[in-house]
């Protein structure tokens, strides 16, 4: 499972890669703008969940592939530009992908440094949003995190659901498996369905 | 005292939460995104004090109660949305009663870590103020360190206070009484009376 | 060298605050406002740096001497406002020579912490740009780092320089000038001759 998970990961980086290059919007882009943006949407999440537990040292310090699982995914989006960005479809596919996997895998190493299972929970939402957060907030965007999908929501119900699973002493791989799947599904028919949450205002009667 | 400075702390976060809740002003607001930004307004502050100190576990990590009030401010935001936002009045109160605890909580936690009076000082303002600037940048608003009103400066202010009489060797509990009670008066006066700092810029002759 | 390297980073963070301070733009900038932007611009890098690698205490919490840099810095932008925004060019001069020095600064302590290569490149870029990164996201600005100019690339560009130089066992005084010569020259020449890196985006064809 280790050697499994390890592709994972560098697989899910190389896809944050490529979905925060592409984020590159405005026209004063150039490619170093495009790089920034896909190295902070890979580890910003990471970065975060780790700087906040006290974790030394932080993931792609102390291993160099993620860096290149990064590089990777900037080139790739620089010279296939014109095919991803036409592969809209294909591209929520591997950032739900991305946000699915990560948010286990956040909640997973945050349990392993022995904090509470709420903290875990957010933790590992934490992991899969914080890189896409930092990004919006770098190029002025409205972060993700507040436009009107379920996004952040799916990976913190994925999150509670396997340490649910993990408490009532589901196998691990199995609870990794079901949980992954359910933030993926979870957040496809957000999409498909335009599903979203209650407003939080209320109208406010006269 | 300890225990009522720990109820204090709970509840501050707890008046923190509900004013991040209510920040949520556009369209594209959910319970979600008001949960996230009560939560980043609660801890924020605190947050980036212990990580710049190297304090670990950071507060609201190794206990979990104060998880629970943020929640409960959250709920409360929610539940009572319409008359919170009648009461301005009334939350301006609380917001001011919180950053006045939070900054002179931040300067004891700073000095019993034993860094200089002056980082204690900044690291006080930081403990009040920041979890509102990290909320005022992901909703993409003017920090409210920038708007044109006493804020930071009051917090600045009863910090330097606070280690002025701690340096002359006023007694802790009558040094925080005095500290706490200036931050909140000045903030007050400040908003009553439109007090202002002096521009920085200055009209360039022509 | 070590008083040398000192004074320099000394004079660096000065020449930081002021540049940060006189980024205060809009109208309802105050003293405050103008402390705390140079403030930021001045720590942001180094601070962002050393809390990735882990390295405490910060610089400046743990040596007052840079505190009294930035109060300077700002002091000397608010009483000499209206010449130094008159001198832009001796400001870009200042300005350059700041980012110039942080940076291979910056890769010089990544190393000495034993990171790769890699990551001290990125840290000595951090150390040089992030602080004002961190300024232009806190006053609504476009961070420097997506304008069109040679700005973070000349800051890569120089660390990769030192690197390889360290390499192939280029004394570290020869290094440190060579690199530091090259970063300015990059820069000032960029700004010059509007040099810009290629647009990341290519126009899509029908």
């Known amino acids: ?9 560098l ?15 405005d026209h004063h882009d150039d490619l170093f703008g ?28 102390g291993d160099i592939n993620f860096l290149y699982s990064i590089f990777a995914g900037v080139l790739t989006a620089y010279f296939f530009y014109t095919v991803l960005v036409r592969l809209k479809r294909t591209f929520l596919f591997f950032d739900t992908l991305g946000i699915s996997f990560f948010t286990i895998l956040g909640v997973e190493k945050a349990l392993s440094l022995g904090v509470n299972p709420e903290i875990a929970a957010i933790m ?7 890189g896409g957060v930092i990004r919006d907030v770098l190029t002025n965007e409205t972060p993700v995190l507040f436009r009107k999908e379920i996004y952040a ?9 396997y340490l649910i699973l993990h408490a009532i002493d589901v196998g691990r791989d199995i609870n990794l498996v079901i949980s992954i799947v359910v933030i993926f599904v979870f957040r496809l028919m957000a999409v498909k369905y335009k599903l979203a949450l209650p407003n939080f205002r209320k109208p406010i009667s006269k």
């Open 153 to 161: 929501t799916a990976c913190l119900s994925g999150a509670v659901l």
């Open 1 to 9: 499972m280790t050697n499994f998970q390890y592709v994972l990961e």
């Open 11 to 25: 697989l899910g980086t190389f896809f944050f890669a490529i979905s925060g290059a592409l984020a590159i919007q």
């Open 34 to 61: 495009a790089g920034f943006t896909g190295f902070v949407t890979a580890i910003g999440g990471g970065t975060l969940r780790d700087i906040m537990l006290g974790s030394y040292p932080l993931v792609w310090i």
């Open 124 to 130: 590992g939402m934490f992991t899969a949003i914080m």
